[in-house]
């Protein structure tokens, strides 16, 4: 597994913009594929958008497609996630996650490295 730190959540306003990062440690990093997860309150976890292991292909939920777009920097065992035209709807703590086995996959039980979390807060 691979340890990860979230960081870059914050509150703003409708229509702002905000970009997070998750740091990994391991030299495993680029091989996995990483994830953006978010759950706000009262409700399940869902996903947000992945990118495989060199960066080539993405994925996102249609939600924030348009909106997000993610990336990563396997020079530095970071991925981020870029968020644009932020709506009310956003509100939630982010996770990032990792899958050694490269799925690219929008299932939660997919991935085994899990981050703590970022909070973030949309206003309107």
């Known amino acids: 597994q691979v340890q990860l730190i979230e960081s870059g959540g914050g509150s703003v306003q409708v229509g702002d913009s905000l970009r997070l990062s998750c740091a990994a440690s391991?030299?495993?990093?680029?091989?996995?594929?990483m994830g953006w997860f978010r759950q706000a309150p009262g409700k399940e976890r869902e996903f947000v958008a992945t990118?495989?292991?060199?960066?080539?292909?993405?994925y996102y939920a249609s939600s924030v497609q348009g909106r997000f777009t993610i990336s990563r920097d396997n020079a530095k065992n970071t991925v981020f996630l870029q968020m644009n035209s932020l709506k009310p709807e956003d509100t939630a703590v982010y996770y990032c996650?990792?899958?050694?086995?490269?799925?690219?996959?929008?299932?939660?039980?997919?991935?085994?490295?899990w981050g703590q979390g970022t909070q973030v807060t949309v206003s309107s």
């Open positions: 996650a990792g899958d050694p086995d490269d799925r690219r996959s929008f299932i939660a039980v997919d991935y085994n490295s």
């Open positions: 391991g030299r495993s990093f680029a091989t996995y594929s």
């Open positions: 990118v495989s292991q060199r960066g080539g292909s993405t």
